[in-house]
């Protein structure tokens, strides 16, 4: 679509206006905003940002973004980095911000063999590699340490918050199936 919008021309209007559904407020968008925008730009308009598989059905979900040129680090880019670093504290139940800042390879550790010495190096390097990832979003955002971990507390309570609320609703229906008559109230 960005790609016929950067063409312009009628014939290209009309294929994007065959394609959408409702293209009075897309294409406009598409023939200026985004062709001036990507106008030097051979492809390459989106960056897919995997979400992880959602709750029920275990669908893959994706967060697909649309580059802005002037700005290298957007803010979903920004907001995935705070879920990833949430979902970790979830896991380890303890402030995750300085521990992936600073990753501290196993000093006095006798591997067995030559495959598990490999495989935590390549861990090692991960992190490290995730590490200088916080620094640079810290530092585009202005962040300190501290305030990053606000970040990631907020977004920690809000995912337990819609967590609690899933499985509630979910005990709740359980009791309304089960005693349909006569439904415990679970407030």
Do not use: C
């Amino acid at each position: 679509m960005i790609t016929l919008g950067k063409r312009g021309g009628e014939h290209n209007r009309h294929q994007i206006e065959a394609y959408l559904y409702q293209p009075k407020a897309v294409v406009p968008l598409l023939m200026d905003t985004y062709a001036k925008r990507f106008a030097t730009r051979p492809g390459g308009f989106t960056r897919i940002i995997p979400m992880g598989n959602r709750l029920g059905d275990h669908a893959p979900m994706a967060v697909i973004e649309i580059l802005n040129t002037e700005q290298p680090e957007a803010e979903v880019s920004f907001s995935y980095l705070v879920r990833s670093l949430a979902t970790m504290q979830l896991k380890e139940e303890t402030k995750i911000v300085n521990k992936a800042l600073a990753p501290a390879p196993a000093q006095d550790s006798v591997y067995a063999d030559k495959r598990s010495f490999k495989k935590a190096l390549d861990e090692h390097r991960s992190k490290e590699k995730f590490a200088l990832k916080i620094k640079k979003a810290m530092k585009n955002a202005n962040l300190s340490p501290e305030q990053l971990q606000d970040f990631v507390d907020r977004d920690m309570e809000r995912a337990k918050m819609l967590h609690d609320k899933e499985n509630s609703k979910r005990v709740h229906s359980f009791a309304k199936d089960t005693w349909p008559e006569n439904t415990p109230t679970l407030e």
